[in-house]
Structure formats: C-alpha cells, structure tokens
C-alpha cells in the first residue's frame, strides 16, 4: 500500500507497533533488572523449536544437535514474578524504618 492510501490514525498504530516490537527486549531487560520480570531464558526459544521439529516428524538433533536438544529436554519453566510479592515486601521494608520525627532524639 502507498502512504497516500494509509490513514493518519493507520500510520500512527503502525509506527507505535513497530517501536513497541523494537523495544520490547529492552523493557523486558530493565524489568527484571529491577525485579519486576523474570531474566530473559535462552533455552525456551530452543523447547518451542525442538517441539516445532518434532510436530513435522524431523530430527531435533540433526538439526539442533544433541546438547540443544538435551537443555531443551531438561528445561523447566520459570516461576513468574508476582508484582504484588514485590510490592508487599517493598511496602514491608518501607513500614520498618521509623518517620522522621520518631528518629530524632528530641531533647524535652
């Protein structure tokens, strides 16, 4: 399609879903350096693959080879991070601390 032919509001939703793909690695990176997501797993994409292979009756491990295919075998999936565990704990750890006026020795 040309752009004559693409509406203002159809280039804008394009151009949010390109720059929401291109960013996505990233915020997903930042997320769990924070605490908030779980750290990006390289053998899952390599479990989707192996079963992929096998859905079309070929080898995995002519393809992948054998040490792929093993790490795919053995993984398991994570367990996700619950935003709501790490807003509890960080509230805890905030309600510890004393307010300001309770920290000061006050001389009376």
């Given at each position: 399609?040309?752009?004559?032919?693409?509406?203002?509001?159809?280039?804008?939703?394009?151009?949010?879903?390109?720059?929401?793909?291109a960013l996505t690695?990233?915020?997903?990176?930042?997320?769990?350096?924070?605490?908030?997501?779980?750290?990006?797993?390289?053998?899952?994409?390599?479990?989707?693959?192996?079963?992929?292979?096998?859905?079309?009756?070929?080898?995995?491990?002519?393809?992948?080879?054998?040490?792929?295919?093993?790490?795919?075998?053995?993984?398991?999936?994570?367990?996700?991070?619950?935003?709501?565990?790490?807003?509890?704990?960080?509230?805890?750890?905030?309600?510890?601390?004393?307010?300001?006026?309770?920290?000061?020795?006050?001389?009376?």
């Amino acid at each position: 399609m040309c752009m004559n032919c693409l509406s203002t509001a159809e280039a804008a939703a394009a151009g949010a879903a390109f720059v929401g793909y291109a960013l996505t690695p990233r915020l997903h990176r930042a997320l769990a350096s924070v605490g908030l997501a779980n750290e990006p797993d390289p053998v899952r994409h390599d479990v989707t693959t192996v079963s992929f292979l096998r859905s079309l009756d070929l080898d995995p491990v002519e393809i992948l080879g054998a040490d792929v295919v093993a790490a795919a075998a053995a993984w398991r999936a994570p367990q996700p991070v619950r935003v709501g565990d790490v807003v509890r704990s960080a509230l805890r750890s905030a309600s510890a601390r004393p307010i300001g006026s309770q920290s000061l020795i006050s001389a009376q």
